[in-house]
């Protein structure tokens, strides 16, 4: 038997990452560079691209735009979405958060393919979608007008909605426009807050540094890099993915977005959703745990789950702890048959 391309890519990613975590840059697991490892290799593609292992990025980058303009997009509510579907069985649909795209998602993508059909998409304004091109007040209902065509388009009458941060809050909008759509939510490091702001308060001075930091949306992701590695230095999947999200950002567009989850009132209607709720937070991240403790006592039907050693966004810090919590949550709430976990 020859020898198996495949292999010999991986075992190139995994020294380019023992290398790279020989430099101090951030430490890796050991079962990263170990033979045999099942240890995922996207996460390390970032670290080939910025010590530019033996590939100009300039051909990397081409290569990647290929790849993506042979990927599906769709035409929905006057806009194009950008979409991927994996896998067969019950639908889980993976909303992302501010700043960042469906690729927030590849842990799960390549977990939950194997057992269900996963969908993940770039919101409008985001990624490889259309332009954010309406009224500031009415971007969240648009983008869950948005969601609706895109899954009546897909022919998925019901699924579960799964968001990470701001994508949280609009799977909520979404539920609350669409209760018969959706069978449950999942809700990553999600805030709740209405239109006095996340720390209910009107204030003239927290208005100020908010509108100040949509300066460093224009700010290049060089800029970002080293506090992004000391930040995540011990969750690689995390920093991986976070940096490539930097180098992709539409500034304008997640000024617009911003505004508009700061506009909206995401506490109004909670109460009145009967679906099951899940809520998760990293353990690490204190504001987080206390925003999703609230929002157990909000919700009719919800439960928490606290993922150790982690920070937001906590299904990427220990993205096979996330994966058992929802895998066990959808088992319990009989929305994943018991022997769907060996299929495919």
Not at 254 to 276: E, I
């Amino acid at each position: 038997m020859g020898p198996n391309p495949t292999a010999n890519l991986v075992s190139v990613r995994r020294e380019a990452a023992f290398i790279h975590a020989q430099q101090g840059l951030f430490a890796l697991p050991e079962e990263a560079w170990k033979e045999g490892s099942s240890f995922p290799c996207f996460f390390v593609l970032p670290i080939i691209n910025e010590i530019s292992f033996g590939i100009e990025k300039d051909i990397v980058r081409q290569r990647i735009a290929e790849r993506r303009r042979k990927l599906p997009n769709i035409q929905v509510n006057g806009t194009s979405l950008y979409y991927e579907t994996h896998g067969s069985g019950v639908p889980i649909v993976f909303i992302h958060g501010h700043l960042s795209s469906h690729h927030m998602f590849e842990p799960q993508v390549e977990y939950f393919s194997k057992r269900a059909k996963v969908i993940v998409l770039d919101l409008r304004g985001y990624g490889n979608s259309g332009k954010l091109d309406v009224e500031v007040e009415d971007i969240v209902d648009t983008q869950c007008r948005d969601l609706k065509e895109l899954l009546d388009k897909l022919n998925l009458p019901k699924v579960t909605l799964v968001g990470c941060s701001s994508g949280s809050l609009l799977v909520q909008k979404f539920a609350e426009a669409y209760p018969d759509s959706v069978n449950a939510l999942v809700l990553v490091d999600s805030y709740f807050y209405g239109p006095c702001g996340p720390f209910g308060t009107k204030n003239g001075i927290w208005k100020l540094l908010e509108a100040c930091s949509w300066i460093s949306y224009y700010l290049p992701a060089e800029f970002f890099l080293r506090s992004l590695r000391v930040t995540y230095h011990r969750w690689v999947p995390a920093y991986s993915i976070l940096r490539n999200e930097l180098f992709h950002k539409r500034p304008t567009e997640s000024v617009k977005q911003r505004m508009a989850l700061l506009r909206t009132d995401f506490n109004s209607g909670l109460s009145r959703l009967r679906m099951p709720v899940l809520c998760v937070a990293g353990r690490q991240s204190e504001w987080f745990v206390n925003q999703m403790n609230k929002a157990v006592e909000w919700f009719a039907c919800a439960q928490k789950a606290v993922i150790e050693d982690a920070i937001y966004p906590s299904h990427l810090c220990q993205p096979l702890e996330f994966n058992r919590i929802l895998l066990n949550f959808l088992i319990d709430q009989q929305l994943f048959r018991l022997e769907q976990q060996h299929s495919g």
